[in-house]
């Protein structure tokens, strides 16, 4: 096959995760290169952006979707804006990388994902934590069959603070906001859909969340049309860091992933034997995995192939965050069917 | 205070766990002797005890009940004896070790109860894992509040191998059989009590096992009054042997307890780098924690106190069990008082 | 086979170990029995020794020599009495097992020995971490093969802190009181003999103990016969507890083992992630170890076979610790063969 | 202080370890910038170099250091033109980061330090594990006087296969070559400078190897003039990976490092527990640390401050593999003075 082209990006929104994105194309991803990067903070952008050898930065999206010599966009614009994002990207006939989720309404989600089928475009949800080296070895290790038939699934993960007040109000809430990578994970763990959800929540860190009508801390079992379960357990708060472990159980065996460490180092003293708490920070945790997506989707990109995270996981996570949210209100077992509008 | 007299035992069964409770009575805890053994296999358990250097070995229990020499009994019969040799003892004025459960149904387990209150004898139930080190540490931690407030409790118990079908079919279910411990866990952990449960239950071992109207692998959500949630994921068959661990996540903080293994070699090769699987079995797993309880009994007995793990403990763990079977079965959370008859 | 009756065994001596050896032969050991114990603290030995049920208590070694009851005799009088009782032993036709070393001259441990082979008695030596289950299990793998042949061992060996300035000035130094242990281990693991000693000490704890003509820090290279080469590295003083462990590296892998701890619970706090320190003392460490070995030494003398660890141990670690002694006094590499005077 | 410009580099050299210094100077320090690599394989360079953005290829060296537009190089040529680089590069005025060794003669690498001394101009040696992120951690605990004072060091440095014997012949030995970096470590672990090295080397995996004359297997002893003795295990061949671990014991504790992995993940299935053996060359396990060596030298070149590891730390260490070499084939300690010629 003949060696590809690089692929040509345009990115919306250069706030943490996009400058993210756009420094792991320059830097890190050969086959890609950024030609034009779009933010209403244009000046602030385009200091920022000179350092990378990025002249072209716009203000308006219009201006991104317009440029022919844009391949593919990254949307990282702020999430009420994805589906907007979307279409506009999927009519003008790019390729996409949406950061995730769609849309917190079911239906704009559905529309964006048409507006993608219609046009016949690429798309790719970032959910990255597929691309962690931990939980893709695990994922593999299921694949390949070395733990059998997926029994049980558990997954930790904790924040290490709550986000202020006001985002909370319009996140979405813990589910929608927050587990909804986990409802990724535990998908992409077990390789099979989800029919039924139980979440129990709870107001344990800060009454301020419960006032805002969302929960902090949160239990989820997801049962899998295969049989098998996951158990999610969230909390808005380890003070240690941010935890994020993942184990899967089978027929055969168990795999179970660590928190990485900064360093590996032990220390003794009189007092105690310490090491080194998880990475803080979701950036730092995260961060060869966001490279490893955009990789992924280049070559998806360039080879015309169908990318490792589509739209059907950005609509089935929606669904299990909305069952999740109905069945901590309601204390009952929502099926997916019920939220789906089957 | 003066020197307690060494309590004198009788001993009410000599299978698997009634022996390791002699030996320990006999070998590891110096305030203790036993007079009396009582076992139906009167010749085999008489030549086990003339090892020992106990000398009266009988076959009816009563003949232990009203041995004046006797000071407290050890009840290691079949559990459905158990309340029946729970009142005879009470009413003989014994101090009672018993282990779990008292019985299966909840108005036989109120009578035994009931009777050791009227005779005002000294009653702990045979719940181990209290006892083990691992998991007595993290109580510790818990009490001492250094974990802070508990939010979450995270227990996996995963049998090496089910049990015979034939012992499955009288074992009162997974949640009664197997889950039991881990409600007990999660309420000497949370050191609270639990309102409400919700149990995912399936059949992913062996069809046999769903036949006879049991389950093999079960997630369990339990709600304490004081706002802690605990999740308990249990499974009749880890091929890599006996897995017992316990996380308590809290407001400051979280510990968890790692498998015990019998080494801690660690061996690197060209194939892999290994190192000891999870004591297979309950009795190497848990050897320590057996002698702890009596000692702890003992101890309570020489002193008239109060000791660790008493009647309440075998209560709540049934209804919570009761609750567990019900959830599994009607697919809803079961509040405690719903099974309590309240 | 006959089931072999009990050993018999007389005590001499009931000091910290003396006792730790009387209470395994009682409590875990079902094939032995103690007859007798000897203590010139006649009354304060007799009290312990009630509890345990021994009533013969004697001041006297001679009363256990000629006690024709006793099948063997377990030395633990003070170092430097161990020759006299070995030989008194030895003549009076007892099998016995005695805490290491043998003596800290040559001769005298020559002496011994002859008078051992003369006696035609069986003799174990106290070199009790063979018996521990981690280094055990490292020993297995290199006599299994698992590891290849062996290149390099590497053992860590740290006490906790000093032992008294007065202790140190009788104590032979450190490589005859504290590193032969780790010359045993060493030898242990390789299965060959040393052939030349390199050691490098140091005095960077106390100086008082320089000044009492000893060091409190020493590494030590030992060279084998079969090319293998140790490396062992010795402190006076680990401020977070008692640091034993050992590797084997060979060509096809290394074996490592780690500190044994009280519990394996790991804690996070907003400080940092704490585990348990090293038990702190060689009685913690090696407790079971004790059991082990006499355990075996039972079965020996049962079977009337070679117990595992021999005179020849004894006289070999003897002689690695003279060379050692010598090396770092006069800085330069000692032939093994010079000290032994061949 | 005014925002330093750009530091514009000279690439000698683009084999392996060129051209990861090359894409970490493109990539990863946005303070530097490469304008011209040389190497005599030209069209090979030209294609690599051009999909970095890098349009200047040249063959001889002579055209980076007279080329004004270059204000530091990185001198990766073969090791016996490192010395002649260094000097043309300090008399054209550039600043130096050169790899290890400066030179395997003590006379030409002293003319090369002169050189450097004599123009003034900043030199860093790439003794890149000082940069490795578990290392450089214990570094900094030693400096904030965690560990107290060093008294002991261990470091194990194995590599997973042999090199080539065309290679081993022209290496300078095992201690030149290989063990000169853990020198160096020990170096910076401690602190201090070493005044004697014993080294006992043997060959243990490839006979060819000893016919070369030169061993494969190793255990050196570096004692330091503060008192510290560091002990470093040296094998060529580690059939489990790049094995590459340091521990520091101080007066107040200890740390250690363990190997980095590529999944923490652990398995367990029924045959055994299994995790990542350590990676397996030396470019994945310290790709970080040749970022970071380079990141500082950046910054000093912007400084004009003296960078982290001089010319005094290859002196040290050429003088420390010399005397080691000395030592295992005389058999004796050797002072480094006897080696530096004092």
Partial sequence: MAKQ?????????????GRIHVENLCYRIPDAEVVVVCDVA????????????????????????DNSDVDAVVICSPTDLHADHMIAAAQAGKDIFCEK???????????????????????QLGFNRRFDHNFRHIR???????LGEVHIVNITSRDPAPPPIEYVKVSGGIFMDMAIHDFDMARYMVGSEVVEVYASASVM????????????????????????????DNSRQAVYGYDQRVEVFGSKGRAAAENDTATNVSVATENAV?????????LE???????????????????????PVGGVDGLQSLLIAMAATKSARENRPVPLKEVAGE
Same sequence: chains 1, 2, 3, 4.
């Fill in 140 to 146: 593999q290790l299921v694949q390949q069959g070395t």
């Fill in 5 to 17: 082209a690089k692929v040509r990006y345009g990115v919306i929104g250069a706030g943490r995760i």
């Fill in 274 to 282: 310490t090491s080194d708490k998880p990475l803080y920070f979701f």
């Fill in 285 to 307: 945790r995260y961060m060869a995995s966001f490279a490893n997506e955009l990789e992924d989707f280049t070559a998806a990109v360039q080879q015309r192939s169908q990318p």
């Fill in 205 to 232: 860190i800060d009454p301020e969340i419960g006032e805002a009508g969302d929960y902090d801390t949160a239990v989820t079992i997801l049962k899998f049309a295969d049989g098998a379960t996951a158990v999610i």
């Fill in 42 to 65: 244009v000046d602030e952008t385009r200091r920022w952006a000179a350092a990378l050898g990025i002249d072209n930065v716009v203000a308006d999206p219009k201006d991104v979707f």
């Fill in 101 to 123: 989720p769609i849309a917190i309404e079911l239906q704009r989600t559905k529309e964006a994902l048409q507006a993608v089928e219609d046009a016949g475009v690429l798309l």
